[in-house]
């Protein structure tokens, strides 16, 4: 029974390690076995935009590194609907989780909407504190010249 728990932890573990686009793949060295890993991840509620993450991966460890960074773009047109739909609360919404270990470390990814200057912030951060901090980066694409952009600078309800 333990065996099949533990398999069945193992398939879920590689799948969540799946999705989203890997654009490249650099290696750190000869004699090292960690690579520079960079996807493309979209915004799934605004596919105007593409996010870039960049991480370290260690394929012969435990545990990856939790340095990461962030870099996301306007790919696309946004407009005020898909504005509209999205969370304006303070704290925002995840739009993208990966394990990065099997030691319950992940990479998330957080759209907040920062209303006053019509922009959307990009937080990647991991869920495991190393060395007294929880590593995070930040993006930002603001919305001037899209279909969202109100030109009073009333933000969208």
């Known amino acids: 029974m333990s065996g099949k728990v533990i398999a069945a932890g193992f398939i879920l573990f590689c799948l969540t390690a799946c ?28 596919p105007g935009v593409t996010c870039h993450i960049s991480r370290i991966e260690a ?8 340095d ?25 919404e995840v739009i993208f989780k990966q394990s990065l270990s099997i030691l319950f470390k992940s990479l998330k990814v957080r759209r907040i909407y920062d209303a006053e200057n019509q922009t959307l912030l990009y937080l990647s951060y991991s869920t495991k504190e190393t060395q007294g901090s929880h590593k995070h980066a930040l993006s930002t694409v603001p919305l001037y010249n899209t279909g969202a952009w109100q030109a009073s600078g009333v933000p969208v309800q």
């Open 19 to 46: 999705g989203g686009d890997d654009v490249a793949k650099v290696s750190l060295g000869l004699f090292t076995t960690k690579d520079v890993i960079i996807d493309a991840r979209h915004d799934p509620k605004l």
């Open 68 to 92: 990461m960074s962030i870099s996301c773009r306007q790919t696309g047109p946004i407009s005020a609907q898909e504005i509209a739909a999205i969370d304006k609360s303070k704290n925002g």
């Open 59 to 66: 394929n012969l460890s435990l545990a990856d590194p939790s």
